[in-house]
Structures are given as C-alpha cells and as structure tokens.
C-alpha cells in the first residue's frame, strides 16, 4: 500500500479519536502533527495540554492502539509527547480562569482530608498540570501549616497575592488569621470569604483548582454551587461503616446542588509495619470501594497510613515528603484516576466549539 494512502487512512482514524480536554476529533485540532511512514512503522508528536499531562502517556498508549487497529498495514505506531498551551476561559461570574474546579470534601472530620487534598493539588503540579489550593476549611485552615506556608498574602493592582508553594499559588484564611484565633462568622460572612478567594486573588490561568472544603455538609458547598460551575467533587472516607455513612450524606450533599461526584478515595486504608513487612487493616479495608460501586461513582483509589507522611506534615514538609516515590506513588494513582474522571465527564457532553491549541 502507498504511503500516501496511508497518511490519509492515519488522519481519517484521528476522526473517531478524540481530544480528552475539548471533546473535538483530533482530525480537527491539529494536535498530530510530523507523521513519517516507513515500511508499516509510523512515528508522530501528539500534542496534549497541561491539564491532562497526568496521563498524557496513557492517551499515546491508546492512540497507538487505536492507529494499529484501524489502519490495515501499520505495524506498529512511535509516538512523541508535546504540551500545548491552551487559554483557560474565565469560569462563572467571578473571572477565575481555571479549566477544572474540584472540592475534596468528607462527611466528617479526621479522614485526612486536608491531608489529602493538598497532595492531590501538590501531585498534579508535578504531573506537569498548572493548579491552584484553596484552603475553604475557614473555621479549621490547615492547609498553610502542612506545606509549611507563613506570610500574609500582599495586595497588588487590587489583587490578593497568593502564597506559593514552590510554583503552586495558595490560598487559605490561615494566612488572615493568628495560629490560634477562631473564627466565629455566621453564613453571609462565610459566603463573602469564599467569594473573594475566589474572584479577587490572582491565581492566574489554572488547569485545575483544588478546594478543600470544610468537613461536613454546610454553607460553602452551597456557596460555591452558586458561585461557579464546579468541575465535581472528590468524596474522601476512611474504610469504616461510620465514615461510609457521613460519606453518604456528602454525596448526597452534592447531589443536592448538581455537583458531579469525581469519585472517592478510601483513606487510612491499612497499615504496613516496616519491620515486619506485614499489613494491618487498623480502620478496614474495602469500604470505600464498595460504597464506590453502590453509587455508581468512579472509585479513584487507597491511601494507606503512612508514617513518614504523618510526622513530616505535622513539621510542614508535606511538599517535601511527597518526593519520595513510595510515599508518592497512591497520590499519583488517585490524581491520575482523577485526571481520567474528568476525561469521562468531557467525552460524555463534549465542547465542539472550543479554541484550537496553540503550541508551547
């Protein structure tokens, strides 16, 4: 078969790919780009944007896939990786320039949460994704004391600076308030916070912000469902049936005020002891996925006790631990499923008018 021939069955099969940000074929993005053809082999660059780096080797996998599948001659398929810049729109009537906004919420408190949250955010700035942190937990902010933040955020051209963790914008009431004062504010107080984090700090243009919300079901999910269109939420449990059953009600919280579920994660899953390599399910194990199951939502994964998380957040260093591969590599398959969550939701009503990527 020529190889003219081939380079048009290649881009006739780019037609039932799609583009995992925009929805749009990638026949019409131009996002495959240097094709060579030799004797079967094909080799091109697939250019992704930032906001789906996390599995941007995933989607080449499946493109290759998808070309040996439907092309009678190709062997095989060599496929190169570049990012792409594309402008985030401003999201809702607030001007936030974010592609993805995600609330990592619990029905109760002491799951880990916050913990939680903040490694998801941390993750998915070294997974080559442009976040953000929101720390929306305003009676309990503790976000600043797990990365170790401190400062009191300047004003410039009317706009909060954010504190940065590395490269990472943050911002959180704790960077407001003393250590140790409380803050005692009824819900008009709570939802004007909430509103100015969000339109007056200058986050830039995100691919993702992540909030962590406060624990429970109250003002700020409502506040930010009427603020915004959220992305969805991520509903974090322990294994055990009591943190199932306060899950539930946060689900059904968000259900309440038509925030797609993104999925849940089972924290604390279980224990291994360093001496003896043996595991301990202290809380459980398994719940979190069952619960998952019932309620038809994607189950993003386990993250077990970890002691070096523990001990290293509690001095700040949460940034630091999270370095280390083995400490590292739950949050990366949480983020990642996540990443594919929200990949699903655009196949499932995709954008035919977005932008065209520009290359960067």
Not at 301 to 321: K, M, N, T, W, Y
Request: proline share 7%.
């Amino acid at each position: 078969m020529p190889d003219l021939d081939i380079h048009q069955q290649l881009q006739n099969a780019l037609e039932s790919f799609r583009d995992p940000e925009t929805g749009r074929p990638l026949s019409k993005t131009g996002q495959v780009t240097d094709w060579v053809v030799t004797d079967g082999h094909v080799r091109c660059r697939l250019a992704l944007s930032s906001m789906f780096q996390p599995i941007a080797s995933e989607i080449a996998d499946r493109l290759r896939d998808h070309l040996i599948a439907h092309v009678p001659g190709v062997s095989s398929v060599e496929i190169s990786l570049d990012t792409l810049y594309r402008p985030a729109a401003p999201m809702g009537q607030i001007g936030l320039k974010a592609k993805a906004v995600i609330a990592v919420a619990a029905g109760k408190g002491g799951v880990g949460k916050s913990t939680l949250a903040a490694s998801i955010a941390l993750t998915l700035e070294r997974l080559g994704a442009k976040t953000g942190l929101m720390d929306a937990d305003v009676y309990g902010p503790s976000v600043p004391h797990l990365l170790g933040l401190e400062g009191r955020p300047e004003i410039v051209d009317g706009k909060i600076q954010p504190i940065r963790c590395g490269s990472m914008p943050v911002m959180s009431m704790g960077f407001l308030i003393g250590r140790d004062q409380a803050v005692v504010w009824r819900g008009p107080m709570l939802h004007g916070s909430i509103t100015q984090f969000l339109r007056d700090t200058a986050w830039g243009e995100l691919d993702y912000l992540i909030i962590d919300m406060p624990p429970g079901t109250g003002d700020v999910a409502l506040t930010l469902s009427q603020l915004l269109p959220l992305t969805g939420a991520v509903i974090v449990c322990t294994p055990q049936e009591v943190a199932l059953l306060d899950a539930s009600k946060a689900m059904a919280m968000f259900e309440k005020t038509k925030v797609p579920i993104l999925g849940i994660v089972e924290n604390m899953c279980g224990f291994t002891d360093p001496e003896s390599g043996k595991t301990f399910d202290i809380f459980g194990r398994g719940g979190a996925r069952s619960k998952a199951e019932e309620a038809s939502v994607p189950f993003l994964g386990e993250v077990p006790i970890q002691i070096a998380l523990r001990s290293e957040s509690d001095e700040g260093r949460l940034a630091d631990v999270l370095q280390n591969p083995r400490i590292a590599k739950p949050f990366e398959d949480v983020c990642r499923a996540l990443t594919r969550s929200i990949a699903d939701q655009i196949a499932a009503r995709p954008s035919i008018g977005a932008p065209l990527p520009v290359l960067g």
